[in-house]
């Protein structure tokens, strides 16, 4: 898929998205942009919170999930699963493979990040300033591939 059909993909599945919550909350902004800042903020809230959920799982039995980590986790995953759990059903719902190909694009990331050694945070840091400078020019030659999922 090109550049140009992924965006035009995660626009329309956004958009899918806000206009299911604000009609399951009765929330509308008043503006006539059809996505606001807020509305991916909450978006991406939801499925970070997914990640943190699934990786708070995977701490359990760990050398270092002791009992004051353990309640605390616990507790954090209970506030988190309260507040966003119906979202990400949602948004899993209204595409489930774009859902999953973004958390594990967002995982991957984390982990990429978590095992750089400080030479190459450096050398991300540079690489990310560079996208977000010259965003047009990164978009024209580089794409995400995402996984078909069965």
Known sequence: MDRKKQIKYYEEMEQKELEHQENARGVQDETTDPITPRHLNYLKCVLISQLLLEANDELK???????NVKLQVNKTSKLLEGIYQEGFNTVYGNNPEMCTNVLNKIDGLIHKIKTASIDELVMIDALVDSYFTNKEEH???QTAEFTKLN
Do not use: D, M
Not at 61 to 67: M, P, W
């Open 61 to 67: 039995g760990s050398v270092g999930f002791k009992q």
């Open 139 to 141: 978009n024209k030659n």
